[in-house]
């Protein structure tokens, strides 16, 4: 066997340090990279309501009468996010406001809810939104912060499209 001198031992180390920077590197840039484009593709919705879990982290309050519940959850580095969409009797409308914080008064026309495209939402021509945001006031830690569209075209049922991102 030979033995390696001072300056092999060098080169070794050299190299093997090389060799876990890039490995290092190359896993970093592709996570990055992976997030960005999931970010920039539409992703799909679950049917039904999300597991109560889900609804206990972002401290919300899903209506008894909702229909045609839809959501996703999508957790980031930092944050936790949940999209979440469903019709209301437009009379049970009010109520799920106050319960969840979202203040009705300071809803303004348009639809207005970030990231909405990446769930595949968007305003339709020839529909009615009002849209807010809120950040919740609840005995949590750091409260989440919903953004809320509602398509209020249909005189007896509103369509509710809303984004919830927590710490």
Same mark, same amino acid.
């Given at each position: 066997?030979?033995?390696?001198?001072? $300056?092999?031992?060098?080169? &070794? +180390?050299?190299?093997?340090?090389? &060799?876990?920077?890039?490995?290092?590197?190359?896993?970093?840039?592709?996570?990055?990279?992976?997030?960005?484009?999931?970010?920039?593709? /539409? +992703?799909?919705?679950? !049917?039904?309501?999300? @597991? %109560?879990?889900?609804? !206990?982290?972002?401290?919300? %309050?899903? /209506?008894?009468?909702?229909? +045609?519940?839809?959501?996703?959850? #999508?957790?980031?580095?930092?944050?936790?996010?949940?999209?979440?969409?469903? %019709? &209301?009797?437009?009379? $049970?409308? /009010?109520?799920?406001? +106050?319960?969840?914080?979202?203040?009705?008064?300071?809803?303004? @026309?348009?639809?207005?809810?970030?990231?909405?495209?990446?769930?595949?939402?968007?305003?339709? @021509?020839? !529909?009615?939104?009002?849209?807010?945001?809120?950040?919740?006031?609840?005995?949590? @830690?750091?409260?989440?912060?919903? !953004?809320?569209? &509602? #398509?209020?075209?249909? /005189?007896?049922?509103?369509?509710?499209?809303?984004?919830?991102?927590?710490?």
């Amino acid at each position: 066997m030979s033995e390696v001198t001072g $300056d092999g031992r060098f080169f &070794l +180390r050299r190299v093997a340090f090389s &060799l876990v920077a890039v490995a290092t590197l190359s896993v970093v840039v592709s996570c990055g990279g992976a997030e960005e484009n999931s970010r920039a593709e /539409p +992703r799909e919705m679950r !049917r039904g309501e999300p @597991p %109560r879990e889900l609804v !206990r982290t972002h401290d919300l %309050r899903l /209506p008894r009468h909702a229909t +045609r519940v839809s959501y996703l959850e #999508d957790d980031g580095w930092s944050s936790h996010g949940m999209f979440l969409t469903f %019709r &209301l009797p437009r009379k $049970d409308v /009010p109520g799920f406001l +106050r319960k969840n914080r979202i203040p009705e008064e300071e809803l303004r @026309p348009g639809f207005h809810v970030t990231e909405a495209e990446r769930v595949g939402w968007r305003a339709r @021509p020839g !529909r009615k939104y009002r849209s807010g945001a809120s950040s919740g006031v609840s005995g949590t @830690p750091v409260p989440p912060t919903y !953004r809320v569209g &509602l #398509d209020v075209t249909d /005189p007896s049922w509103t369509t509710v499209y809303l984004v919830s991102v927590t710490d």
